[in-house]
């Protein structure tokens, strides 16, 4: 097929959109670790999980054999308000980079949360419904998924509450207003409305939070709240799981068209959106049906996979939450303070982690101001503004473009756009003015994080 | 067809865009009139606005008799980037309401500058590329306009100068950064930087500036500086042209699923919008194919089709443009402070007002209470987040089917969506926080405005 066939923009119809999620675990031979009780060091169980998530989600973690997962016609029912996103071929940027390179990518931000997360947001929010719970908790950082789960609570009449990171709380007053449009409230992490809250405060006055901090608070709030439950955003299985319509999605429209990436690559923080982006691509690979190239991209300021240790760990910084096994650089690592935009969690979902450490998955760091110069680039030729997150596959999708152009490469590359950068102009406006900086922690700053590894037979230091 | 068939999202096919604009005065029998010289008071030539606009402009500003004006492949590739818009079927606001009518909105806000004002602002960019000349001047209000314009001139590699109405500029530092983004020059108005601007100053020191001031600062730099031509987003002829692409892509996938709109509602400042969306389905009418009530929704706080007079008056504050013949609230009228959003220019698009003295159109104003009501409303059960300057377009959709639920009547009401409200959550604080108020102007305050519309032979005061 040639290029003048193939369009700007492919939507799939409503009729072509996934009807199951795929869940890469199934075709894992060696599978992800289990969650360990933080007490105990024993695996967690369907009854260990329950007081935390909904009976369904726990299923959902749990289950590393099933390939294929319904999703529920009332979820079916709200994707399609916004979804199938447009698979978009960038013919502009090629064009502004003489390159070679066909590139693709899958543009996840024309939603009003703008970005990815609401996939699994309305996802968790049916199920916490379902069951018959009144709330769901959680903790926002950037805020994107924070105002997903609102959008999705208030499609489902269910009460929201939002531990938002407190320097995000305070330098991104809108966000908040968007998430109290959809009905949540939104409180600025660590407060004093938990007792863990209270002690990150005692002990650290003048912290402006972690998003770390605000898992512990909302982890505690759910659980000594009749008829609510916690819900995440990314780095579990679940998320991954439901996040798996954007590769689904994005398959299927490259197959209708003939179309095969060389180089499939997203950004990383907890690992929601690339994950569900390569997932049905990895299930090929892992199957010997397929081979592909997969890059993770993540900052340089919170550098897990490059820079991490594969180990159990925290998920929160109160330490309340179960051990994951992961690549992280120790649940008190906080970003540098110059640090933009999300990507700023400390550790990576067990599945990519593990998929990482196989050899499967290829992962790279970049510096916020290239990444930045990225996003600018991508903006003038293609029209969305990106966020800063998104903005990490869009430098590194640039990057091996350019190397076409030099090798003389045809390679197809895709990349999640996972979102828009409407919040972020503060961020921009630094850049703009010359005022933002690169920060690269120092192995004496990460090895400070490395200690607090939880030290336990077998566990990696 | 029944209501399963019809998805929820209407797409396009890039073949089934359109590739003519419509002309709608092609199809009036009494035409609107004609752009009076200020000084002479006879009607403007294309010779007597070469020096304003572009030459492809001026012919497209003056063509009333040529229905269809086929869209340069350039415009046509850059619209695929960001169109086909989707008509989406209201299936959850309908559920909400509990109403039998049908309502569908056409949704202009799935791009950068979130909303339907880039359509015009490619056109324009790409005909003063063709023409050679090195840049374009502007004004803008809420922002929507200024950076549409920035992205388009971006794509083309022209210069671009946005003169930004001040209180605008200082409330909303984010809209400016988009712009800087796509690298135009914005300037606060009025300024120093223009003859205009500087007099303006001198008489109203403390001004915070109005879009009739910034109109006639971009006209000044423009007509003053080789190689550059203004432009404006709304209320010319032209504009309504670029944009009827709205209401062609509309009518194309509403005959493609055998929908009829009984009722087409939209916005209306200068009219960019309504112009656009309405354009088609009033061709039919004037052509006696069809019937439909179309209803133009304007803000209590400026309302030029349901206060003001049909006069020939002055576009802009500093008198230096020509005199149309519209709705007018006077070219001094600036809304009250209180008054959030766009929708806040004095006049309305010769068109239109046409149209609406005609008796073809019919006209409401709305309170901005009410509307924020409406926006909340529309986002929580629809997902979108809208702009208040579209969510009058929702208040009236809404109260139309409300009237519906009591008649049982199952009408088909068509709105449109024109943007999304990303930059506007000052105002939505406003809301949430009880803050909001309602001002309607007086019948004395308006006639101050009037005072200032010229007199002359045949100009009703």
Redesign the interface.
Known sequence: MTNREI???I?L??KEMPEKWYNVRADMKKKPSPLLHPGTLKPMGYEDLRPVFCDELVRQELDDVTPYIEIPQEIRDFY???RPSPL?RAY?LEKKLDTPAKIYYKFEG???S?SHKLNSAIAQAYYAKKQGLKGVTTETGAGQWGTALS?AC??FELDCKVYMVKVSYEQK??RR??M????ASVTPSPSETTEVGRKILAEHPGTTGSLGCAISEAVEVATHSEGYRYVLGSVLNQVLLHQSVIGLETKTAMDKYGIRPDIIIGCAGGGSNLGGLISPFMGEQLRGEAQYRFIAVEPASCPSLTRGKYAYDFCDTGMVCPLAKMYTLGSGFIPSANHAGGLRYHGMSSVLSELYDQGLMEARSVEQTEVFEAA?QF???????PAPESSHAIRAAIDEALKCRESGEEKTILFGLTG?G??D??A??KF?NGEMTDYIPTDGELSAGFDGIPKFAGNPQ
Chains 1, 2 share one sequence.
């Open positions: 369009p700007y923009k939507y119809e409503e399609k308000m916004y978009v502009c024309n939603n009003t703008g959008m208030s499609y007053p809108f207003e968007v109290r449009t959809y009905g600018e903006a003038r030729v293609e029209g969305i503004l828009t409407y919040f102009m503060a921009y406006e703009h």
